[in-house]
């Protein structure tokens, strides 16, 4: 028998070959990253062999699919409601053609037409007894991860990528643009700043492949100070959109993104409405950073217009591919005026604005759906219900999805830090609603936790490993989209207010020294190779749990383990050569790590996870056939 070549990179990706008795095998490949040695090629150490169906491969038939549950309901975990199918049969058949379908529910309730639900999973605890519905699924619960192993043991990871192994379909990663970032960019001559941005944003060479990034709508935190699209004091009639102060930086800084991807995709969320506009309107000009939208109806309508006219403004005037539109970032943030009049001060005074859950949903429902409609904007441009970073479903989040006049305008949810302990919640309530990570944690200073010591301000390896950490929590939760926050920053890494904060890319404004820091290659050894359109697999073994992130857990377990395990099945492959399954991998132990990985019972790859790295193994479909 002749051996495939293997391919594995530290920090890394993995690609393996298997052992067959065929030259033409494709290669597997593994790409491995360490402190020291990053992006690393380790392919010809991975060893493949080729398992005689020692498992065999299982595969979902009519009768345990179709065996049908009356009166069942299999909640949660829709991938697609069918409103054109008459009969349980047909909703089975639907199921069984569609791509990740596990189970379906037919639903014949009464108040509604008969409408058929297409689902991934449908597991015992997960099944509602209810008139009036059918479901059918196949009986593959899953069970718990097994207790971690000891450190120095070999890791034993079972991938399946049959239907009922199938979860979320990715969409992508990316950062956010910030004017700091493009401040720091400009300290490098233009090829060193070209080199930066194709590190980001190339998918030719080895870059980190972003295609789906965040921007600003008005100043973040990160901006050089406050200003916002419409400053126009009592312009209710939003006439006065201006994209002036966007087109020093802002948007010089996407349009050189999009040289090198140009069909990046933009979302966009307001860190505070114009000051004129909120209920702090008498501390001008120090509002920004206090207070909440007015209730007065007229300036309800007129915020509502003006985020629909500003996301008109980014596509039409300047080009933009802005698609996603969040209502706003931190909602439960905003500070209280001390003091009197414009004489007082805005504790913390960055920009924000705060809301209430009753108060997104009402402002949703009754002004930004329906001018988003008028003004022709809901076509091209979708609704999240902002970006949250507090585990609070029921204040936060439940107002707006149990009003179906609400609902009826949102695409998705933005979760952050802790806010990942809503995905359960929100997943079972609107299953068909995307769900995105939205920033990633920035730290609380490079001198402190994502700093390298005393007196420096370098990301540190470590800071890289937990990044990497809350990334697998959030896309094992569910999410199907992940954000950095800033992409670049200088040696301070300072807010436009004074505090410090980290970033996977570091320039050193004066040396001119470029670094790419711990979370960069952590970034790199998911975005490199889950392509949107990927699709996660449920890997079980020594997967490792997903880890609590401010607190929260959005995952059925949470723990903490040197080691972490995600799978995906790419459609096309990173090089267009059919379906691929990707394996990313961190190992934080101070030790190497044996591991074993077995595809579809037809294949097990081994290898040696070096100590306190990322690797991602990439090994071709056909193997496992």
């Not at 699209?229 to 102060?245: C, K, M, N, P, Y």
């Not at 596509?315 to 439960?332: C, I, M, Y």
């Amino acid at each position: 028998n002749m051996a495939t070549t293997l391919v594995f990179a530290c920090a890394c990706a993995l690609v393996v070959t298997a052992s067959t008795a065929s030259p033409q095998a494709p290669a597997v490949k593994w790409r491995c990253s360490t402190e020291n040695d990053t992006w690393v090629d380790r392919s010809r150490a991975v060893v493949v062999t080729a398992l005689k169906a020692r498992q065999a491969r299982h595969t979902t038939t009519t009768d345990d699919i179709c065996t049908q549950l009356p009166n069942t309901d299999c909640e949660g975990s829709d991938l697609k409601r069918l409103e054109n199918v008459t009969s349980a049969g047909d909703c089975c058949t639907a199921c069984k053609a569609f791509r990740g379908c596990y189970a379906w529910t037919f639903d014949t309730t009464p108040v509604h037409p008969p409408m058929c639900f297409l689902k991934s999973q449908c597991r015992n605890d997960s099944v509602r007894h209810l008139p009036h519905t059918i479901s059918g699924r196949e009986p593959s619960p899953i069970p718990p991860p097994p207790a971690p192993a000891p450190p120095g043991v070999q890791i034993n990871v079972t991938i399946n990528t049959t239907t009922p192994h199938r979860r979320q379909t990715m969409e992508g990663f990316g950062g956010c643009f910030n004017e700091k970032g493009w401040d720091a960019l400009q300290a490098l001559n233009q090829t060193a700043r070209d080199n930066v941005m194709r590190a980001l944003f190339s998918t030719g060479g080895d870059g980190l492949g972003w295609r789906l990034c965040r921007m600003p709508i008005g100043s973040s935190d990160f901006a050089d100070s406050y200003y916002s699209l419409d400053d126009t004091v009592g312009d209710v009639e939003v006439r006065h959109i201006d994209l002036s102060r966007d087109e020093t930086k802002l948007i010089p800084y996407i349009k050189a993104a999009m040289a090198l991807q140009p069909n990046l995709q933009l979302w966009g969320s307001p860190w505070s409405g114009p000051q004129w506009m909120k209920d702090s309107a008498p501390q001008m000009p120090n509002a920004y950073g206090c207070g909440s939208l007015s209730t007065n109806a007229t300036l309800q309508k007129a915020y509502a217009l003006y985020l629909a006219r500003a996301a008109k403004a980014y596509r039409q005037e300047a080009g933009l591919n802005f698609r996603t539109l969040a209502v706003q970032n931190e909602p439960n943030q905003g500070d209280v005026w001390h003091g009197t009049g414009s004489t007082g001060h805005c504790s913390n005074a960055y920009p924000k604005m705060h809301w209430t859950g009753e108060q997104l949903h009402t402002f949703v429902r009754d002004h930004l759906g329906p001018t988003f409609e008028r003004e022709g904007v809901a076509a091209d441009v979708e609704l999240f219900l902002s970006t949250f970073p507090v585990n609070d479903f029921s204040s936060y989040v439940a107002p707006a999805l149990t009003d179906p006049d609400t609902a009826k305008y949102l695409s998705g949810v933005g979760l952050q830090y802790a806010g990942v302990g809503m995905a359960p919640a929100i997943r079972n309530l609107s299953p068909s609603l995307k769900l995105w990570e939205t920033e990633t944690p920035c730290g609380r200073g490079r001198k402190k936790s994502c700093g390298n010591g005393p007196n420096t301000q370098n990301n540190s390896w470590a800071w890289g490993q937990s990044q990497f950490a809350v990334m697998r929590s959030y896309i094992e939760a569910g999410v199907s989209v992940y954000s950095q926050w800033n992409m670049v920053l200088d040696q301070g890494g300072e807010s436009g207010w004074g505090w410090s904060q980290c970033s996977p890319v570091t320039v050193d404004t004066a040396s001119k020294v470029v670094t790419y820091e711990g979370s960069y290659w952590a970034t790199k050894h998911f975005s490199f190779f889950v392509l949107p359109g990927a699709i996660r697999l449920a890997a079980t073994g020594d997967v490792g749990s997903c880890e609590k992130v401010n607190g929260a857990c959005g995952c059925e377990f949470c723990g903490s383990q040197t080691y972490q395990v995600s799978a995906f099945l790419t459609e096309d492959g990173h090089d267009g050569d059919g379906e691929d399954v990707v394996v990313v991998i961190a190992n934080s132990d101070d030790t190497a790590r044996p591991l074993r990985v077995e595809v579809d019972g037809r294949a097990a790859i081994t290898a040696t996870l070096p100590p306190q790295s990322f690797n991602t193994f990439v090994v071709p479909a056909a193997l496992t056939r």
